[in-house]
């Protein structure tokens, strides 16, 4: 559940915002990988969501970018700072996941590359 008060991410717009996020940094979990970048304006967070043909047919990769987007309102909405790009990579575990274990992967690897940027 949305904590309140927090406010909705933007979209990633671009591809090659999704290029600039992918040479920043990364932290691998079971259920997802999360990349992170900087930006050096304070405008809200933006978030992307990616599925290649490795997580399965469309179907699968649809049922994971939903399930990473609904973590990310509940994990990752309350804690994005402004002026940061994030990237979800679903991963071959992320549609059969447990959602419970999904939060617990956003969390774990939010708080790694949190630490990493300081």
């Known amino acids: 559940m949305r904590a309140s008060g927090s406010a909705k991410l933007e979209i990633l717009p671009a591809r090659k915002d999704f290029l600039a996020v992918a ?17 050096e304006d304070e405008a809200p967070a933006r978030v992307g969501y990616t599925a290649s043909r490795k997580v399965g047919n469309a179907v699968a990769r649809n049922r994971s970018r939903r399930r990473l987007r609904a973590a990310v309102n509940d994990v990752l909405a309350p804690r994005a700072r402004p002026g940061h790009d994030y990237v ?19 969390a774990g690897a939010l708080d790694r590359i949190e630490k990493k940027a300081r």
């Open 23 to 39: 040479r920043a940094r990364k932290v691998v979990a079971p259920g997802l990988v999360l990349q992170m970048r900087v930006r």
């Open 88 to 106: 979800l990579i679903a991963r071959a575990a992320t549609a059969g996941r447990p959602y419970d274990d999904l939060l617990t992967d956003l």
